[in-house]
């Protein structure tokens, strides 16, 4: 049994894909299970994967209609067999001896999950500047910690939140999988990831090569221009509202609100996007509801109410509040 499985997604990356391929089974850990999941790439990316499960044994490919990065993740761990996780984007590289490292690191600390360092990229491979990672310390935290050091950054937070420089026990994933077509899917399941944790190993080893390139999902601009925005923040008022932290979950809350206040910024040409545009407008209402049954202030029902009449007859009432 390999102890670690790592998870490739593969899309329309012909030109990345062997390097990435190439970063991963030339591990010093070479206790690994590969698992190349081509989403239906529509260039010679599924060739081109089946070529290296040829060259090594240790690589299984999955051909499946493409669904987007979540499914395609959710699809290797449904066959993944390690005890161990790890996920790689395709058009990144891993260091030859980071995988190595996070493990000796889990044996160290017997934290639950071990986050390495990244360093970005040009499409070259150069390493760049900006941004900076080089602040993160050799350091083991637990969950308070790790929410309190996310929520005080500004701009190097992926440190924390992204998928791929993590090692995780395959257990996290018994019942957890990503949210499937939404962006910013690491922001939906990193609650669930976290709220398994006693103790989180963070490396300052820079073992991750993130590549930034034009047309990625990371480069198409602002966030909250998307609905997967507020959705993703609703999510966390919910597990900082079940955790008891209100104050949080509260300006979580009132982040989505304002965020859907802005609703300029959204696509809501189709029906369904409208659809789902209430639907997380109603989400706020019982956010609010929520709250106030948990703290016991009745001034979050009168809140909830407002939301449910619409936002613009909230936006008037904090109108009036503030003046």
């Known amino acids: 049994m390999p102890k670690i499985s790592v998870i490739i997604p593969v899309y329309k990356v012909e030109r990345y894909l062997g390097a990435c391929v190439a970063s991963v ?32 044994a240790r690589i299984k490919v999955i051909h499946r209609p493409n669904g987007g990065l979540s499914a395609a993740r959710n699809s290797g761990l449904d066959i993944a067999v390690g005890e161990f996780i790890a996920f790689v984007d395709s ?80 257990s996290m994933f018994s019942e957890l999988r990503y949210a499937v077509g939404k962006r910013y899917e690491d922001m939906f399941i990193l609650p669930g990831i976290i709220d398994q944790c006693k103790t989180i190993a963070c490396m300052s080893y820079q073992g991750y090569r993130y590549t930034q390139r034009p047309g990625s999902i990371m480069n198409q601009g602002n966030p909250r221009n998307y609905l997967d ?47 789902r545009y209430r639907t997380a407008c109603r989400a706020c209402a019982d956010a609010y509801c929520n709250l106030a049954h948990r703290t016991g202030k009745r001034s979050m029902l009168l809140r909830a109410a407002l939301l449910r009449l619409g936002l613009p007859a909230y936006r008037v009432f904090l109108q009036h509040k503030s003046a």
């Open 229 to 275: 925005h507020s959705e993703f923040l609703l999510e966390w008022t919910k597990y900082f509202t079940h955790k008891g932290d209100a104050l949080r979950a509260e300006g979580l809350l009132n982040d989505a609100i304002a965020n859907l206040a802005e609703k300029d910024r959204f696509d809501l040409s189709t029906p369904a996007q409208q659809q």
């Open 25 to 56: 089974a030339g591990q010093t850990y070479a206790d690994l299970e590969i698992i190349l999941v081509d989403d239906g790439s529509p260039d010679n990316c599924p060739a081109l994967c089946d070529a290296w499960a040829k060259k090594d």
């Open 91 to 170: 058009d990144d590289r891993l260091e030859p001896d980071v995988l190595q490292k996070a493990w000796e690191t889990k044996q160290k600390t017997n934290a639950d999950l071990v986050i390495f360092n990244l360093v970005c990229t040009d499409t070259e491979n150069c390493e760049l500047l900006e941004p900076d990672y080089t602040v993160f310390p050799d350091e083991v935290i637990a969950p308070a910690e790790f929410w309190s050091r996310l929520f005080g950054l500004d701009g190097i937070g992926n440190y924390y939140v992204s998928a791929w420089n993590k090692l995780y026990p395959a």
